[in-house]
């Protein structure tokens, strides 16, 4: 079976620019979350969804949004990208919501922002 | 609020010697512990996690670790290590409830022959 898929694995993009990063959950897992890994240091929980609402949010600003589909994909935009949005940015999927159940993570999409 | 903290940013070790990687917590309530390792370039797995019961877990790989409350600690074991597990090893706690994990900010791992 499939585990977590991210597209695209790398991109630049330009200050100001809008981004839109995309996952696909193992199949049958209803639940995803995203985080946000910046260069040496642990990953940061940004959202999580569940059945297509939003169950939980990080400290990110209002930039950072989010939604899951009725397939139960999901999509993290960041619009206004800073130079500190450079970061590997991480999808979770898990069967029911994380709470003790295993999160299993894609390999994630890197981020560049110049 | 929850936080954890890895007590160290890189452990040398040889290749077959035993390792322990640190990891202390802080919660006001009772927690759900995990170790994750990440390869480079890749994504996080899952070595194993503490959800009750038995202090002592095994994980994937050879890893074990050992809950204690009273320290707030939960230490990753490996009574003897390989090239392989060269990595990095993040340490997360989980409050009863909530939807997210804290991660602490990663011990290297680097296995040398």
């Known amino acids: 079976d499939a585990g977590v898929t991210q597209s695209p694995t790398h991109l630049i993009k330009t200050r100001g620019q809008q981004v839109t990063l995309r996952c696909s959950p193992i199949s049958g897992h209803k639940s995803v979350s995203w985080y946000q890994q910046v260069l040496g240091q642990g990953p940061q929980f940004i959202f999580q969804y569940y059945e297509k609402e939003e169950r939980g949010r990080g400290n990110f600003p209002d930039r950072f949004s989010a939604r899951q589909f009725p397939n139960y994909s999901s999509e993290l935009n960041v619009n206004a990208l800073l130079l500190g949005d450079s970061a590997l940015y991480l999808c979770?999927?898990?069967?029911?919501?994380?709470?003790?159940?295993?999160?299993?993570f894609g390999e994630g999409s890197w981020l560049t922002v110049v | 609020a929850q936080s954890v903290t890895q007590l160290d940013s890189q452990v040398p070790v040889f290749e077959e010697a035993p390792v322990e990687l640190r990891c202390n917590y802080s919660s006001s309530v009772s927690v759900y512990l995990f170790w994750y390792v990440q390869y480079p370039n890749q994504g996080l797995q899952l070595l194993l996690k503490y959800l009750s019961g038995s202090t002592l877990v095994k994980g994937i790989n050879g890893f074990e670790a050992e809950f204690n409350k009273s320290q707030t600690s939960f230490h990753l074991r490996k009574p003897s290590v390989h090239i392989s597990d060269t990595a990095e090893y993040f340490c997360?706690?989980?409050?009863?409830?909530?939807?997210?994990?804290?991660f602490g900010s990663g011990t290297r791992l680097q296995v040398q022959p």
């Open positions: 979770a999927s898990s069967l029911e919501q994380p709470r003790g159940n295993t999160i299993y």
């Open positions: 997360a706690v989980s409050e009863p409830g909530r939807r997210a994990l804290t």
